[in-house]
Every structure is written in C-alpha cells, then in structure tokens.
C-alpha cells in the first residue's frame, strides 16, 4: 500500500471549484428520498434512545449534498468513482454515492455509528461499506496533530484504509463535515496525501458546501 508524504508545511494548495446555488433546486431521486427519511428517523431515534451521547456526531444537509454528488457527476469533475466519506456518521454521504455507482467507503471512529450505518445500508440494500477506525492516516497522524488544532477530530490510533483495500491516494471524492476552525486539516490532509485531480467537499453551516480540486 503506497505511503502518504509527510505534510511540510506547506500552504494549502487546493482550488476551489463555485458549485452554482440552483442546484437546490434540483429533484432527489425516490431512493435518496427514502434514503434520508429513514435516516432522519433513526437519527432522532439514536439520540433520544440509551446510547451514550457522542457530542462529535451532527448531521448535514443530506438533501443539499444529494444534488452536489449529481452536480459533481453532471460536470465530470471527479477522475474516478472511488469515494469516500471521512467520519461517516450515519453513513449518508458513503449511501448516496453508492447509490451513485460509486465504489463507497465510510470510516468513522465511534463504533456505535458504524452499526448504525451498516445496518441502515443493509436494510436498504446499499452496497457502501463502513470501517470502524480513524481516517487519518497513520504515517501523518503526529504531524498532522501537531500542527493542527483539531478537538472534534481523534487524531490517535491506526487507521484503516489497509482494511478497505483502497489507500487515501486512489480515492477520487472525499467528503467531510468538519467542525467549526477544523477544515484546514481536512483540507491539508487532501492536500498532502490525496492523488492530484482528486476532490474534497466539505459542508459547514455557514458556508455551506464548498468543492475543492488537488492540482
Ligand atoms: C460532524 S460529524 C459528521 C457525520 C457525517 N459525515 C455527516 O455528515 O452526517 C463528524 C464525524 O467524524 C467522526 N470522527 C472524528 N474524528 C474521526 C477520525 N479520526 N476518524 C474517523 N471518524 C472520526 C465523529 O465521530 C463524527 O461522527
């Protein structure tokens, strides 16, 4: 499996590509539709139900995302169909690009989300997979750390792309809902590890979505 450089410091070098506001107003396709209800409902239930809280969960906009995967597939702007959403959650984005014909990974670190998200793609049929491990990847986890300052984001432990078989820099389309202050490591990892022409697309409550292009 080909190791990721380590960052040097270097500054964020990803183009930002403007997806047109319109696309809002797209139509979701009834699998999507259905998709998202059902995860809304097991949401609601997850967190009024006895798990213990995990404060670094919160949902995006799933519709909005919905219409920039076809956005993204309407521009051919990714090189390949690899994706893959880095701290999956419920695993929506990972199920959506599925849907998509996408080859789908989800990785996120409470293990009590992954079953929720594996039994969701189950129940619906969806051929994404999920990893109970870290995104980042190992060989930059100190340094990334380091140079980072990231509460939300566990930047400890080995990560698992050996296990998804897919290392960081053949995947073509990443996604991640950072918290507020931590995009740039999001955007530093793309940066430093990803293969060029690969994307990220992030989703924040106040900028909402932005799409970001490896030269
Ligand atoms: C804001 S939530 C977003 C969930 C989902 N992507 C969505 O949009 O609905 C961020 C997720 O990242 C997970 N997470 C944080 N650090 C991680 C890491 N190093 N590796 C994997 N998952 C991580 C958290 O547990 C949390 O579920």
Redesign the pocket.
């Known amino acids: 499996m080909p190791q990721p450089p380590q960052p040097d410091n270097a500054p964020v070098t990803l183009e930002l590509i403007a997806i047109p506001k319109s696309i809002k107003a797209n139509p979701l396709t009834p699998r999507e539709i259905d998709l998202i209800d059902q995860t809304n409902d097991r949401i609601e239930a997850f967190m009024l139900g006895d798990s213990a809280v995990?404060e670094?969960?919160?949902?995006?906009d799933f519709q909005w995302l919905a219409q920039c995967f076809e956005w993204i597939d309407q521009q051919r702007l990714a090189a390949g169909t690899r994706f893959c959403?880095?701290?999956?959650?419920?695993g929506?984005?990972a199920m959506l690009a599925a849907l998509r014909g996408k080859t789908s990974v989800g990785?996120?670190?409470?293990s009590a989300?992954v079953d929720q998200s594996n039994r969701l793609a189950k129940d619906l049929g969806i051929a994404a997979r999920f990893y109970c491990?870290?995104?980042?990847p190992s060989p930059m986890a100190g340094s990334l750390a380091s140079s980072h300052e990231v509460d939300?984001?566990?930047?400890g432990g080995d990560d698992v792309y050996d296990a998804t078989g897919i290392a960081f820099n053949e995947f073509d389309l990443f996604?991640?809902?950072p918290?507020p202050g931590e995009h740039e490591f999001y955007e530093t990892l793309v940066d430093t590890c990803a293969a060029p022409g690969a994307l990220l697309l992030t989703?924040s409550e106040l900028a909402g979505m932005k799409l970001f292009r490896k030269p």
């Open positions: 995990i670094t969960f919160v949902p995006c959403e880095l701290g999956s959650g419920f929506v984005a990785i996120e670190i409470e989300l491990g870290t995104f980042v939300h984001i566990a930047t996604f991640a809902f918290w989703y």
